[in-house]
């Protein structure tokens, strides 16, 4: 008769614990100022923004790839607010497609020059970008009067990016390329893909069925961009694609492309709704804690009804 018993007390205690878990919740001074540093490798110098947790213990590492035309100094409410949960945030600036694309260039001539920028040369340097990364942060997490020094958990790596930088965390996280390109890098354990696109080329399912890693898929319902041409369609197409296991979509209504950014971009139509963000923080927290740290209460918090309770009535949420 006791095991019955301890098992509904037991039970009890969980949902009780799980119903506590907010990722939304942080400590003061619980984040540090930035780090602005750069890797250089080849003949290329990557620039990086660095939000790290106040806590000098080894903190899970979690990798952002900016926009086309975007820069490492972009989605701060990210990388701020990540570290403030105890992740070291690493935002990269990839050369010849950020913002020294449109700088100082005439405002007409602006648009086709991040066109231009957006071209396949440009996406190969960025997944080169993503491995050089990661590998100058092994050295620096050894390195003597290296500021990471001891700071990094790289057991525990996450990537995450968008619209530009969602195809190359597609890339280096398990969708299919070509034969001659090394993009899969198996030091990453997790993604976010905000604004991702499925291939203009071949079959998308074929495109996705290797992933073999948890992924977090963001859109909304207005998710277009004036460059690429990419439609709705293309950004749903993904989710389906995925093989089950630790997959999941937000799809929140009314946001545009720009609600993953800072800041309004050029040709937004909507009024931007600041409950599009804090949903995006406390989804991609959450999915961080479940699937880079183990946590079990931010597992059952993403997988239960609670995930709702950051959401709008028109959003859609699903998980596989």
């Keep these: 008769m006791a095991r019955p018993f301890l098992a509904l007390v037991f039970a009890l205690f969980a949902s009780t614990a799980f119903a506590k878990y907010d990722p939304l919740a942080v400590a003061a001074g619980s984040a540090s100022v930035p780090l602005e540093l750069t890797v250089t490798y080849s003949d290329r110098t990557i620039p990086l923004r660095v939000y790290v947790p106040a806590d000098t213990r080894p903190a899970p590492v979690v990798l952002f790839s900016h926009g086309l035309g975007g820069s490492r100094e972009g989605n ?31 405002r007409a001539q602006a648009m ?10 440009n996406f190969m340097l960025r997944i080169e970008d993503v491995h050089a990364t990661l590998d100058q942060l092994e050295r620096w997490n050894v390195e003597t009067g290296s500021p990471l020094r001891g700071r990094l958990e790289l057991a525990r790596v996450g990537m995450s990016g968008h619209s530009f930088g969602a195809l190359t965390t597609q890339a280096v996280a398990g969708q299919s ?8 890098d198996g030091r990453i354990r997790a993604v976010i893909v905000c604004s991702p696109s499925a291939p203009r080329r071949g079959e998308t399912a074929k495109a996705f069925d ?3 890693i948890p992924w977090l898929l963001m859109t909304g319902t207005h998710d277009t961009a004036l460059i690429g041409d990419i439609p709705l369609s293309s950004r749903y197409a993904v989710y389906p694609a995925l093989p ?20 309004a971009l050029p040709g937004d139509k909507e009024a931007r ?16 804690d479940a699937y880079l740290l183990g946590d079990r209460a931010a597992r059952a918090w993403l997988d239960g009804a609670s995930v709702r309770g950051v959401l709008e009535p028109k959003d859609r949420w699903q998980r596989k």
């Design 76 to 106: 701060a409410f990210m990388g701020e607010h990540w570290a403030h949960r105890g992740y070291v945030a690493v935002f990269l600036q990839h050369p010849g497609s950020d913002s020294a694309v449109w700088k100082d260039v005439p």
């Design 112 to 121: 086709a020059a991040m066109k231009r920028a957006g071209n396949a040369r």
């Design 177 to 184: 390329m070509p034969k001659a390109v090394k993009a899969l």
């Design 210 to 212: 290797g992933v073999a």
């Design 244 to 263: 089950p296991g630790g997959k999941y979509e937000l799809v929140l209504d009314g946001a545009e492309h720009s609600a993953f950014t800072d800041r």
């Design 273 to 288: 709704n600041p409950n599009h963000h804090r949903a995006i923080l406390a989804l991609s927290t959450a999915f961080w």
